[in-house]
C-alpha cells in the first residue's frame, strides 16, 4: 500500500487517535468521540474523512450503508514519520539535539529514567 506523501494535519491527527483508540469507526461515531470535546459538525468530520481517504491517511469500507473507515497507518508508523519531519525541520536532523532538549524540558519519573536508561544500554527490560 502507498503511504501519502504528506504528514497529516494536526485534525487529520485527531481524527486518526479517534481511529487508533477505537479501531474502524463509521462517521456518526468519530463525530461523537470528537464532539464530546468541541463543537464540530458531523460535515466537517465527513469532508475531513473523505480528504484523509484521498490522501491515503484512512481506509474505507463502503460494503454497508455507512461507510467504516479505519487508521491506514499504525499510531507508531505516524509518529516515525512526524518525528522524522520534526527532526529534519527543527533540528537539523540532530537526534541527539532532540534527545537532549527533550530530556531536558521533560520532568521524568524513575521508572522512565530507568527506562531510558535500559534503551542506552541495550538491555531489555
Given at each position: 500500500?502507498?503511504?501519502?506523501s504528506t504528514q497529516p494535519?494536526?485534525?487529520?491527527?485527531t481524527i486518526l487517535n479517534v481511529l487508533w483508540d477505537r479501531g474502524p469507526s463509521t462517521v456518526r461515531q468519530v463525530h461523537e468521540v470528537l464532539a464530546a470535546?468541541?463543537?464540530v459538525a458531523y460535515t466537517t468530520v465527513l469532508k475531513m474523512l473523505q480528504t484523509m481517504f484521498d490522501k491515503e491517511l484512512v481506509v474505507r469500507d463502503d460494503t454497508e450503508r455507512s461507510h467504516v473507515y479505519a487508521a491506514a497507518l499504525e499510531r507508531t508508523q505516524a509518529q516515525r514519520g512526524l518525528l522524522r519531519d520534526l527532526l529534519?525541520?527543527?533540528f537539523g536532523g540532530s537526534a541527539r539535539e532532540l534527545v537532549m532538549l527533550a530530556?531536558?524540558?521533560g520532568k521524568l519519573k524513575p521508572a522512565e529514567k530507568a527506562?531510558?536508561?535500559r534503551l542506552l544500554d541495550g538491555r531489555k527490560p
Open positions: 500500500m502507498r503511504h501519502a494535519t494536526d485534525v487529520e491527527l470535546r468541541k463543537d529534519d525541520r527543527a530530556l531536558q524540558a527506562e531510558i536508561q
